[in-house]
């Protein structure tokens, strides 16, 4: 008997109900100067569905939600190519042009060809994190350099591995995990509540009129962050999140002295050294939170925000994510779960004090991202976007160059507003 459906990881379920804040769109964009071969392109668009099952699921949204396996493969509308005289005029339409994992293909590409050839991955949230969204674009360039030598794409491994956080578990005692679950239950009754305003600036909730704000940091401004947070004894992730954390005090002025929380993404792997599966969902957050000090320098504060960091990383907070998300996600009934994020997010907003989220997604590998020998003269990765009044700003590399992106919805939330944070963050980063 075939199979037809999979079951939805704890992750998965928390991913598909995040759709309430933010549009769960993550796209790998790689800029040639060289030309792709679309034909081929198109071909091993087909063969990744192959490599990686998952992504031709369909999310089913059930009381038990989980993954239907498509029969109509062939027929998925996977690749475009579009010809154009303005490549990232389309690209902006295409990086904020929404999917339903219900119905729409979880991965799709475009390929805008103008003066460079400018490629594009989407993928949809619900079904792997921005980890997974990497070695998805990998597995498309080892593919598509097999393919272009006329050779076979290889055996195909149908197996479909546990993408749930088991393996990641399985690396902790039984006394650890008993603790780590003690302390998820605490978390789940605290719900930190800063006393002040903390939240961005919006005039509705309204969720349309997405944009995508993109900028790039060239390859001499990249290294000079980078020898500073080294000359510190800090991270390039501290100097960012301070130019974040410290921007969003000038423009929400929270009480001064009040300490106000913000969301880091943290990706689970790095907590296991086994093998777990590539696309799926294994992402956790770290919670540090600081005070607005009038007088502050832009260097003290930099090391307020490493000690913070660091000992939430010492203290292995990332793990408590693990049992927390299991109660609230895998054990609650899923409309439940829906529930409680739907209401918990409206209460927030009422008290304009919502975390905003800073998500530090890592280094595009240029050999991995070699299409036949090709490989990007720019890439960069960019995170979903925020229903207002969420913010999420996310930072990549590649060439040892930083790309920071921030997605809005323009009628809820002033553009001005949204290009305020980023020259602030510009101003307070190295130069």
């Known amino acids: 008997m075939v199979r037809c459906r999979y ?6 379920r928390m991913n598909a109900i995040m759709r309430y804040v933010c549009d769960q769109q993550i796209h790998v964009v790689m800029e040639f100067a ?7 392109l198109e071909r091993a668009m087909r063969v990744l569905l192959d490599r990686e099952p998952a992504l031709g699921w369909r999310w089913v949204e059930s009381p038990r939600p989980h993954w239907h396996i498509r029969e109509n493969l062939d027929s998925l509308p996977l690749f475009m190519l579009v010809l154009s005289s303005s490549v990232y005029d ?13 119905a729409d293909p979880l991965v799709q590409v475009r390929l805008f060809r103008g003066v460079v050839d400018l490629l594009c991955l989407k993928i949809n949230h619900v079904v792997c994190d921005c980890f997974g969204a990497k070695e998805v674009a990998y597995e498309l360039a080892d593919i598509y350099s097999v393919l272009l030598l006329g050779e076979n794409a290889g055996d195909i491994d149908i197996e479909i591995r546990d993408r749930s956080m088991k393996a990641i578990w399985r690396g902790y005692t039984w006394t650890q995990r008993w603790e780590l679950r003690r302390r998820a239950i605490r978390a789940m009754r605290r719900q930190d509540r800063a006393p002040t305003v903390w939240c961005f600036p919006f005039s509705s909730r309204e969720s349309e009129g997405r944009r995508m704000l993109i900028k790039r940091f060239d390859p001499m401004r990249s290294d000079r962050i980078s020898k500073f947070g080294k000359s510190q004894g800090t991270t390039v992730n501290d100097v960012f ?3 974040f954390v410290g921007s969003l005090f000038e423009i929400i002025r929270p009480t001064e ?3 106000v929380p913000v969301q880091v993404s943290y990706d689970l792997r790095m907590l296991s050294g086994n093998d777990v599966a590539k696309v799926a969902n294994l992402g956790g957050a770290l919670f540090p939170s600081f005070s607005r000090q009038l007088g502050e320098d ?7 925000v490493h000690e913070s960091m660091t000992y939430l990383k010492d203290n292995d907070d990332a793990a408590v994510s693990i049992p927390l998300i299991e109660m609230v996600y895998g054990l609650l009934p899923y409309g439940m779960s829906r529930k409680k994020v739907v209401d918990d997010f ?3 907003v009422k008290r304009r004090s919502l975390p905003p989220l800073f998500s530090n997604v890592g280094i595009l590998d ?9 490989s990007p003269e720019h890439s960069f990765l960019t995170i979903p976007i925020g229903f207002p009044p969420l913010i999420m700003v996310g930072l990549s590399c590649y060439r040892g160059c930083f790309t920071l992106t921030l997605g809005f919805c323009s009628y809820g939330v002033e553009r001005k507003d949204i290009e305020r944070l980023f020259d602030i963050m510009d101003e307070r980063l190295p130069k």
């Open 7 to 12: 079951p939805a990881t704890p992750q998965d």
């Open 34 to 40: 060289s030309r792709l071969d679309e034909r081929v």
């Open 257 to 259: 002295g009040i300490r």
């Open 90 to 102: 389309e690209l902006d339409v295409f990086l904020t042009a929404p999917t339903d994992p219900r």
């Open 241 to 243: 999140l301070t130019a």
């Open 298 to 304: 832009d260097e003290g504060f930099l090391h307020s």
């Open 366 to 374: 240029v050999d991995r991202l070699s299409f036949a020998g090709s």
């Open 346 to 348: 409206d209460a927030t």
